[in-house]
């Protein structure tokens, strides 16, 4: 495909819905890995269940698409903390092997139980028709769904970023990040922070898989392909930092898109050689510390 | 100030025994290698089985090289498998070579060659940085493979793999006994060299590294070297197993870099115990038993059950069975006046 | 002569904060000197300079009078600085044994070798127990670290610290937390040392630093305050008030 200006747009609009994807799911994985420094593998497996739990509500239960996202980001990231405070907890202290292994067998269970509920093939969903179709835009039209994606996640976004900046919990968690141990001897409550950090970036992994299934796709596989693509946005946004997460986001997502117009055979590369390059220079990810 | 042997207090002479005496085999050890000799008559008709436990023993005590004694964790092990594997493949279906010694020496020269430059530049890193990095190389290899699918086949396989008759005279059975007893001798030669690995001094600074690296830094100990050895000794003894892999099938995907074959090394390791030889042994068994037991009724039972497993493990018995062998060993061992 | 160890204008920031402050010190061979100061004074992160743990932000280390500020820990290490830590650094997992053959064995390349047993290392063996005799230590040779109650496991570190045949051997609280019995071990020890080898020891202990200490130097804020013998810094009035001072509250 030849890169004219239209290519480039549509590059840049893709991308940009695509990194928005990344970016809401990726979110809460990096906030946790960086307050508590829990690898969280089973984090690809909440974001399926999101997806599977929005396909059962709109499909089964006749719930609309829009408030099936909130339904699923309330129900997921709850059950999220019933995880938490019963298996997670217990390896705050282990290695880093422990906790892989436990996620890993966690995430093995989720696939193997929606595989069997819905089958291992990929699945659909009918969005309400006023997300469906194009959008004019002057010169040229963009698909509705990609432009509503990138509203949820500007609004997401700017949401985040003022907890974060502008209340008392965003500056707890931006301290217990910094440094756990000062925090917590100043009186802040680092695991109930973590707690209700991890419930929230569990939720939002719901609904970014819930949005996940018009724009990528759903299948059980999903599970483990795209939690490589999250880890490779936190890794490279460096741990615990939401600016980070974003610019990963952006960086993997419009690199990865430019990759698969450019080159549809091998696409599939530019998102890890970028990933790596990055990773190589700065081990820490571009925002993360020492 | 020597001492000289005439000399040596009694807790010198305990100390010295103890070190000097550490890598004499025990009878023990024969164990493992006795039932592996046993299922060959009790199990004739499960052979082609029986290989597959010991090519996944051979590439499970690759990574307990690194993970249990040196204590990296990496999640790419399976990219040296696959460099193995179609090393032999690629011989045989585009250049028509099939004999299988020479084969084995070649997949571990390219796998080899592999772990020493990604070891190089990899382990500088730790943590999620190394998780990821490892991970993504296994991938890149696997987007390369299926890039050039005219070559290397792709995610279909290789086409018209052949392997010659071992030393030119033992032509391979339907009920592959002698791919059987071909797997158990490379693995026992190449679990031999391991052995003596880890009970040599470079294995003393590989636990030393384990245990405390920063220590290690403060003794003098070039480290990075240290680990960089290890691991392209590592990435060595995995081509071999994936080179077995190929000859024992006489077929090979790119199926082979799946992150599957790397987790289920590391859950062979953790059901058996890590850092321990044997480990690699137990885990092995019980892994390869349980995937083919389960997923007779579903690959989705298998999957949920090895999860289920790897939690429990995790939880309750994190050492893996020799762990918990030690334990009841030392519950024995107590009740003593 | 060239000194054994010294360090000219060493200095070290972390962002806006200045831990080490335009530090000039140096060690003669067979130097008995001791470093005080008052706790956060930076006496610790001035071993962690020395040895390499961190790198300054200006200034430079020399060993026997060759620059190794750009050399990483390990080669220090090996060109002949060694420390014990504040904090244990010991291989816990493993037996008294193995944690100071590892030391001699680093030491003497038979790490390298990855085919022949360790137990064949016959000399590394004979060594390591010498080292361990020397600290009292033969009894426990066969009993994991994480075992050892912890007077003894700071007896280990300054085995393995010995195992290294250093020329420079830097002591960070030696004697901290070793119950009153045993740290007279200590400092039979530390007299006992090869007088070739310069030794820097920090101590809180007044009676340990001026039992074993030639010349002192009181750290302040990361910068020196002063150095001198013993008697000169016990007469000083500003060392006194800054440090000696603690001690009378303390009573």
């Known amino acids: 495909m030849s890169l004219n200006l239209n290519t480039i747009i549509s590059i840049l609009f893709d991308g940009l819905a695509y990194a928005m994807f990344l970016f809401i799911v990726s979110v809460g994985l990096s906030v946790t890995m960086g307050l508590m420094g829990f690898v969280n593998l089973a984090h690809g497996a909440f974001a399926m269940a999101g997806g599977y ?41 282990a290695t880093e092997l422990d906790q892989v292994l436990l996620t890993i067998g966690l995430a093995f269970m989720a696939i193997a139980g929606f595989t069997y509920f819905y089958g291992p093939s990929p699945q659909s969903i009918r969005l309400p028709s006023y997300l469906t179709g194009q959008i004019e835009g002057g010169f040229r039209s963009f698909p509705t769904y990609r432009v509503f994606i990138i509203a949820v996640g500007v609004v997401l976004i700017a949401a985040l970023w003022y907890v974060f900046e502008r209340t008392n919990i965003g500056a707890k968690i931006r301290a217990a990040v910094d440094n756990r141990r000062m925090a917590q001897s100043i009186g802040i409550d680092v695991d109930r922070l973590f707690t209700l950090t991890f419930g929230i970036g569990s939720g939002l992994a719901a609904l970014g898989g819930g949005l996940a299934i018009q724009l990528v796709g759903l299948s059980p596989s999903f599970a483990l392909i795209y939690l490589v693509f999250f880890l490779l946005v936190v890794a490279v946004g460096g741990l615990g930092s939401f600016k980070g997460t974003l610019v990963a986001a952006l960086i993997l997502g419009i690199f990865d898109t430019a990759g698969k117009y450019l080159y549809a055979d091998a696409g599939g590369f530019f998102i890890y050689a970028i990933a790596m390059a990055i990773l190589l220079i700065r081990p820490a990810g571009l925002y993360g510390r020492e | ?89 690629l011989l045989s279906a585009r250049l ?91 693995l026992f030669v190449l679990f031999y060299v391991v052995r003596r690995i880890v009970y040599s001094p470079f294995g003393e600074a590989l636990a030393g590294i384990r245990e405390n690296v920063n220590r290690m830094h403060a003794i ?71 995937e083919d037991y389960l997923s007779k009724a579903s690959p989705e039972f298998w999957q949920f059950g090895i999860g289920f497993v790897l939690v429990l493990v995790v939880l309750f018995a994190r050492r893996g069975l020799f762990g918990l062998v030690e334990d009841f060993g030392g519950r024995l061992r107590k009740p003593k006046p | ?33 001791a470093l ?126 010995l195992a290294l045949r250093p020329k420079v051997l830097l002591l960070d609280e030696p004697a901290a937390g070793v119950p009153s019995s045993e740290s007279h071990l200590i400092l039979d020890v530390i007299a006992g040392l090869d007088p070739d080898i310069a030794i820097l020891i920090i101590e809180h202990d007044m009676d340990v630093v001026f039992r074993v200490a030639k010349r002192i130097t009181v750290l302040v804020q990361g910068a020196v305050l002063t150095d001198g013998t013993p008697a000169e810094i016990v007469a000083d009035e500003r060392v006194r008030a800054v440090y000696l001072g603690e001690e009378a509250h303390h009573g």
């Open chain 3, 1 to 33: 002569m060239t000194a054994a160890l010294e360090i000219r204008g060493l200095h070290k920031s972390f962002g806006a904060l200045a831990v080490t402050r335009d530090v000039n010190l140096t060690l003669e061979r067979g130097a008995r000197h």
């Open chain 2, 1 to 89: 100030m020597a001492v000289s042997d005439a000399s040596l207090a009694p807790a010198h002479a305990r100390a010295v025994t103890w070190l000097t005496t550490r890598h004499h085999w025990r009878w023990a050890e024969a164990l493992p290698w006795l039932i592996a000799i046993a299922a060959y008559f009790v199990f004739p008709d499960r052979m082609t089985f029986g290989s597959q436990v010991l090519i996944m023993v051979l590439f499970a005590l690759s990574l307990d090289l690194i993970l249990g004694y040196a204590g990296i964790v990496t999640l790419g092990q399976a990219a040296f498998f696959g460099l193995g594997a179609y090393t032999v493949g």
């Open chain 3, 36 to 161: 005080i100061g008052p706790n956060g004074a930076g006496k610790t992160t001035l071993v962690n300079l020395i040895t390499g743990v961190l790198q300054p932000s200006a200034g430079h280390v020399l060993l026997e009078g060759e620059d190794i500020t750009r050399l990483p820990q390990a080669r220090r290490t090996r060109r002949g600085i060694a420390r014990t830590f504040q904090i244990n650094q010991l291989f816990r997992g493993l037996t008294v044994l193995e944690n100071v053959y590892l030391a001699v064995a680093e030491r003497t390349g038979a790490c390298n070798q990855l085919w022949r047993p360790a137990g064949a290392e016959r000399a590394v063996i004979e060594e390591a127990l010498a080292h361990l005799d020397s600290l009292r230590l033969a009894d426990d040779a066969l009993r994991l670290v994480r075992e050892l109650p912890y007077g003894r496991l700071r007896l280990v570190e300054i085995a393995i610290a």
């Open chain 2, 220 to 290: 003098g100990s070039p480290v990075r070297w240290r680990l960089v050895i290890v691991y392209t000794i590592a990435a060595a003894i995995s081509g071999v197993s994936g080179a077995l892999f190929t000859q024992t099938n006489a077929y090979a995907t790119l199926g082979v870099f799946d992150f599957d074959r790397s987790a289920g090394v590391m859950i062979i390791l953790i059901l058996g115990g890590t850092g321990r030889l044997y480990g690699a042994f137990a885990g092995g068994v019980i892994y390869m038993l349980l």
């Open chain 2, 96 to 186: 028509g070579y099939g004999e299988p010694i020479s084969g084995l020496f070649a997949a571990a020269a390219v796998a080899a060659v592999a772990g020493f430059l990604s070891g190089l530049v990899l382990l500088r890193y730790r943590g999620l940085a190394l998780l990821v990095l490892t991970l993504s190389t296994t991938i890149l290899l696997q987007e390369v493979g299926n890039l050039f699918k005219d070559f290397t086949g792709g995610y279909d396989g290789i086409p018209g793999i052949t392997i010659w008759p071992l030393f030119g005279v033992f032509d391979y059975d339907l009920y592959g006994h002698t791919n059987y007893i071909y797997c158990g001798v490379v």
């Open chain 1, 53 to 93: 739990l929005v396909l059962t509500l709109t499909r089964s239960w006749g719930v609309p698409f829009l408030p099936s996202l909130v339904i699923v980001f309330l129900v997921v990231g709850a059950v999220s903390v019933i995880f938490e405070r019963t298996l997670y907890a217990r390896l705050y202290r």
